[in-house]
DNA sequence: CGGCGGATTGATGAACTTCAACGGTTGTGG
DNA sequence: CCACAACCGTTGAAGTTCATCAATCCGCCG
């Protein structure tokens, strides 16, 4: 959808992104070659198994990157926020895209050209090193999320996943989490069903720990919901 | 252990290690910097919540790296083979070791210096450039675990592990599987408790899928196995 | 020969998924 | 403005899948 374009240096999710740490000069190359968009709550940007033309970094609203499992349910690998990066593994990689992603806002969202930005990351070491740095930030993530998949039970992860829904977009001096997510999506993210994660839920309300009204969550005993998560962060 | 040096030109790896694509003059370099170990079987070479000090690059053998779980169990996360890095996510990240990683043979691997790591690095571009794409894929392919933790049936992952085993270690025209795990290894990679596998292992076994001689395991109906595991690969 | 660790098998119970049904809300076209 | 459909959230009932606990077996080593 139509956009004004937006400049780098100008972002309100400058300071968090890995753009930062390019030159001045650099950054106007960027805005030179990239195209700002908006995007409806629900629309797609990019679908696994398509080919990556350029990189994405999200401005505004929140996206979610999934994959269809073998039944055609989606999992949920994470939520893209204000300054993430979206499609740079496939692009780096040379793959077609193995996840897609949504908004799940109204969102806005530039577009670096392929060719742009690999230019770019060659010219820019800082945002060379940093961007390898993150990477491997993420894969030791995966490793973390692989792990606790494989063995802890989903009352565990769910508690994990609303801790991380927390820590990603609670508000200062709040203890509600700041994204309201459906069921299914909470489910898609934890790696249970709707009805599974319904239930331990509004068990977790019985316990005192969570309160719910409707899509909105408070957390009311953050100790008690990392005890359960059990992790050791 | 004692092992004398192995020149990075002369590895029978080299050709599959990251380090081809480095000049003649940066080779000599790093072997003028670092030592070559020999591993027993069951020796570990670092463990998780240690500081990186340097890269590790197989040589000869097998290594498991894992993570405890939350109740101690270990999850494998995978098995290196020569040519192939270990230990560079967390030396990259800058971050304490988050699994460990055992030698499950006689094993060698050569020990690259931090410093002297992250020089060569930032001296070798065509290096760089190709490990962030190895990086990249890596993330892929975790992701694709995850989704397969999160909602394939033990059995679907089980097929999905000896598929996994048979490509990494499967020999040329051989149906045998390259590699000898004990039952408990063959769990910890797939999720599931040693029981478990066992019993699945002989279920594949009666439905003629692959056969057992103690730890030697063949594959019979390789497109059966895959249908088993439900991967498009 | 006795002991030990890994492999196997059986029994039991807990944790989850799936299928169904139902209430509430929203949005939309008539 | 209403009626109806679609969607989401919730709850109940069954049935499976797996983990766990226990016992036994087997191959190998000292």
Redesign the interface.
Known sequence: MRQDKIDCSLCNAHASSLFRFCGHQTLELIDAHKSSNAYRKGQIIFFEGNQPLGLFCVNKGVFKIY?A???G?E?I?YLAKPGDFLG???L????PY??SAEALDESVACFVPRDEFIKVL?AQ?DL?RK???S??????I???????????TVR?RLAETLLLLYDSFGKENEVQIGIQLPREDIANIT?TSTETAIRLLSELKSDGVISLQGKRIHIQDLPALRRIA?TYA
């Open positions: 994959k499992g073998p039944d349910k999992q690998l740079y593994r496939a780096i990689a040379d793959e193995t996840a060659e070491p060379s961007l390898m740095q990477l491997c930030h993420e894969l030791g995966a490793a973390d999320r692989l792990t606790s998949m494989a063995q802890k565990e790696g059990r």
